[in-house]
């Protein structure tokens, strides 16, 4: 498991390089710059700044420049906050997303997964209609749309919950519940589908043989081996929580990165762009690897193959 864990992450380098060289040029070649404001600067003394950041040189010297740094782990300065670097604003931002994210994927996790499970128990009947008719309409709205009906009833209706912060315990419900509702429904979807493709598999056959409730048979049994294609799911679904942030955060003025990487994207803060473009692509590779460890952890066969020194894409191949 250590040599798959460490081939995985070597493979990544060369696409975070792809990442950084991409996101470095983008950003130079849209229109403005991070020193020009509606009120414009001076120009001697934009110039100043200019050649304070090294944004003065030749492109390619200040890619090369970049690069070094990057390699070293320096993310470089921020523009619009002198003093403070941009490492060090992403790790203060970031314990914010992480939370918010780890919230809502809580969230559609325990919505989710019964959901679609008690569906697909109930296969056919009224409700396993109503679950899936939920199901479909919760594909269908964005969390753009849910997020501020949610505030309008449990913030200025009900006053149960605040609209805006992220100060108390109670702050972190509508924000994640927004989120996650929105990744609950595909995953109730996937969940009851995968659950009525093991139905009629032979193991399940013999375990209601063995007199097990029927319960247990679907719940244990059944359940356990319906979550490879629903974990292979979440790993999308979480990276799709991190960059469906920016809207929320900014719906319940939450002090994250999403908000942080909209601002830098309008200030033109070339530096505050790729690092957090990098930090969002890592994390997404970081969490595929996690869903790729969880589907070996959950799959026997593929076990035995990783420990053999076998890929996983191998062990799929031969128990097709």
């Known amino acids: 498991m250590l040599s798959f ?27 403005g710059g991070p020193f020009d404001m509606e009120r414009p600067l001076p120009e001697h003394v934009k110039a100043r700044l200019n050649a304070h950041y090294g944004l003065d040189r030749p492109l390619a010297e200040q890619y090369v420049r970049y690069m070094a740094n990057l390699a070293r782990g320096d993310l470089g300065p921020s523009y619009k906050y002198p003093g403070w670097s941009v490492g060090e604003l992403i790790a203060q931002r970031a314990r914010v997303s992480a939370e918010l994210g780890a919230w809502a994927l809580l969230a559609a996790i325990l919505a989710g997964i019964p959901a679609g499970a008690l ?3 109930r296969h056919g009947s009224r409700l396993d209609r109503a679950l899936t008719g939920a199901a479909a309409l919760g594909v269908c ?17 009900l006053g149960v919950f605040n609209a805006l912060g992220w100060d108390t315990a109670g702050d972190r419900v509508l924000p994640a519940l927004a989120l996650g509702l929105t990744v609950a429904a595909p995953l ?20 209601r043989a063995k007199g097990l409730s029927e319960a247990r048979v679907w719940f244990v049994h059944g359940l356990r081996n319906a979550l490879t294609p629903v974990v292979t799911f979440l790993g999308p679904a ?29 200030d033109r803060e070339y530096t505050m762009i790729c690092g957090t473009v990098l930090f969002y ?5 970081a969490l595929n690897l996690a869903v790729e460890v969880a589907v070996v952890w959950l799959n026997p066969r593929l076990r035995r193959s990783v420990a053999g020194g076998g890929g996983t894409g191998g062990a799929e191949g031969g128990g097709a």
């Open 188 to 207: 109730a979807r996937l969940t009851r589908a995968s659950m009525l493709e093991v139905a009629g598999q032979d193991y399940m056959r013999t375990a």
């Open 5 to 31: 864990l460490l081939k995985r992450a070597l493979a990544m380098l060369p696409v975070l390089w792809i990442v950084a060289t991409a996101v470095f040029f983008l950003a130079r070649f849209a229109p």
């Open 238 to 266: 979480a990276a799709g929580l991190l960059s469906g942030s920016f809207v929320i955060e900014s719906v319940f003025n939450i002090p994250g990165l999403g908000r942080l990487f909209v601002s830098s994207a309008f």
């Open 141 to 157: 709205v964005p969390a753009f749309v849910l997020g501020p009906l949610l505030a309008l009833v449990f913030a200025l209706k």
């Open 281 to 285: 692509a890592a994390a997404l590779m």
């Open 119 to 121: 569906a697909a128990r």
